[in-house]
């Protein structure tokens, strides 16, 4: 089964509206067992949407449109469906009742315009909008249904919900579409592809996969297709098995935990206790870690360090380390986690310092340098990174490689006894 989904407004081509409706629809419309073969985002013109229609019913089995619906002269659908299909406007009286109640419902008076909503193009089915004044409007054929709805998302995924999903599960009859995600850290996207294809790894019939790059991570998205709901779960566990037994090191959850979230399984699980001293991420991480329910069970102290006098003072750092190798040095990253840690009891500290920029970069310490450190009872390590000129970037990327490596520590933890390290 073949959908498209057109999207009409000047508003969404302008990047003014994000197309928050197509997501939701392509979304939804999984239950049904299908996903849509393409999205279209148009500006408010007549003669391109009916170019677009006419060529859409002759590729699709359902084409789904949002927008232009209302009752001003910018809301262009309606006409275009006249166009497009040689139907004239035929005013509805069940569809202006059900207008005029609505704005009785909500105490306003109904401008004389509105009872245009009440005009069906000719051949189409209106579809009862119940917390709106718009009607979305069905053509039904033996190839194709077309099905135009308001561009009010509320408005929309309710006509989806009461009325498109049910047609689309019918249409796709026994058609199943299962997917899975396996989520990625410390590998990027090339270097995965690489490993994958290099070891070998194809996925099974009927199954696709994609990479989903985002800052630190990668997200293997799986999707398995057929007819029969066990043949495809199977193939689908097949697959997401083949990349496990590859890449398992660096697979963190799968479907939509967060590295924060299963950082906070982990450390709960061992009983271990965290804190930070952060200097070039301003609480970036500490912020991250704490965007989790529960973060109070294992998260102890987070400080921001920005000054040479706030290092010495609340992480502890030696004025002689600050002096002898300045505030961006490995030495000084080892200290300041080392201070948090022996400050506040944790079993783990970690610690961030460095140039982010724009500005403040030298010849000798240029912007994008940080060193990141980690204090534990097994000693201290520090990580020096190379960056780019972004300030938020930096931060950004800095706070996620922080993440990263408290997640395969505390992955790693010996879970017997603990304490004995701590």
């Known amino acids: 089964m073949k959908i498209i989904i057109i999207?009409?407004?000047?508003?969404?081509?302008?990047?003014?509206?994000?197309?928050?409706?197509?997501?939701?629809?392509?979304?939804?419309?999984?239950?049904?067992?299908?996903?849509?073969?393409?999205?279209?985002?148009?500006?408010?013109q007549i003669p391109?949407?009916?170019?677009?229609?006419?060529?859409?019913?002759?590729?699709?089995?359902?084409?789904?449109?949002?927008?232009?619906?209302?009752?001003?002269?910018?809301?262009?659908?309606?006409?275009?469906?006249?166009?497009?299909?040689?139907?004239?406007?035929?005013?509805?009286?069940?569809?202006?009742?059900?207008?005029?109640?609505?704005?009785?419902?909500?105490?306003?008076?109904?401008?004389?315009?509105?009872?245009?909503?009440a005009d069906v193009p000719k051949g189409f089915t209106p579809l009862v909008n119940s917390i709106g004044t718009a009607p979305g409007l069905m053509l039904a054929k033996k190839r194709y249904t077309l099905v135009a709805m308001p561009g009010v998302p509320s408005e929309m995924r309710h006509i989806m919900e009461r009325h498109v999903i049910p047609i689309a599960k019918k249409m796709a009859g026994s058609a199943v579409l299962l997917r899975a995600t396996l989520r990625t850290a410390g590998i990027g996207e090339s270097a995965l592809s690489t490993l994958l294809e290099e070891r070998g790894f194809a996925p099974p019939e009927g199954v696709t996969m994609a990479y989903l790059p985002s800052l630190g991570q990668v997200d293997l998205r799986l999707t398995a297709t057929g007819a029969n709901r066990r043949w495809v779960k199977s193939h689908l566990e097949k697959a997401a098995q083949g990349i496990k037994n590859i890449?398992?090191?660096?697979?963190?959850?799968?479907?939509?935990?967060?590295?924060?979230?299963?950082?906070?399984?982990?450390?709960?699980?061992?009983?271990?206790?965290?804190?930070?001293?952060?200097?070039?991420?301003g609480g970036l991480f500490a912020s991250r870690i704490t965007s989790v329910s529960g973060a109070s069970a294992y998260f102890l102290a987070g400080a921001v360090t920005y000054s040479n006098k706030s290092k010495e003072k609340m992480a502890g750092v030696k004025?002689?380390?600050?002096?002898?190798?300045?505030?961006?040095?490995?030495?000084?990253?080892?200290?300041?986690?080392e201070g948090i840690r022996a400050a506040t009891g944790a079993d783990i500290a970690l610690s961030s310092t460095g140039v982010a920029g724009p500005t403040g970069g030298t010849k000798k310490?240029?912007?994008?340098?940080?060193y990141i450190g980690m204090a534990h009872g097994r000693g201290t390590e520090t990580k020096k990174l190379n960056l780019g000129m972004d300030r938020k970037s930096n931060q950004a990327r800095t706070a996620n490689d922080m993440l990263l490596w408290l997640w395969r520590t505390a992955r790693d933890w010996p879970r017997d006894e603990p304490e004995k390290l701590s």
């Open 365 to 370: 310490k240029p912007v994008g340098l940080i």
């Open 48 to 117: 391109a949407l009916v170019a677009e229609l006419k060529e859409a019913v002759q590729k699709y089995d359902m084409i789904l449109v949002t927008g232009g619906l209302g009752p001003t002269h910018d809301d262009v659908t309606k006409p275009a469906l006249v166009q497009a299909f040689r139907a004239p406007l035929v005013r509805d009286q069940k569809t202006l009742r059900q207008v005029r109640a609505f704005f009785r419902h909500i105490g306003r008076p109904m401008a004389p315009v509105n009872e245009g909503q």
């Open 7 to 44: 999207s009409i407004g000047d508003e969404v081509t302008s990047g003014h509206t994000l197309n928050s409706n197509a997501a939701w629809m392509a979304q939804n419309l999984e239950q049904a067992g299908v996903t849509p073969q393409r999205v279209v985002t148009m500006r408010d």
């Open 247 to 281: 890449a398992g090191q660096y697979i963190f959850a799968r479907e939509s935990q967060t590295l924060e979230e299963v950082i906070g399984n982990l450390l709960t699980e061992s009983r271990l206790t965290i804190a930070s001293a952060e200097s070039c991420t």
């Open 319 to 337: 004025r002689d380390t600050l002096t002898g190798y300045g505030a961006v040095s490995a030495e000084v990253a080892g200290e300041m986690a």
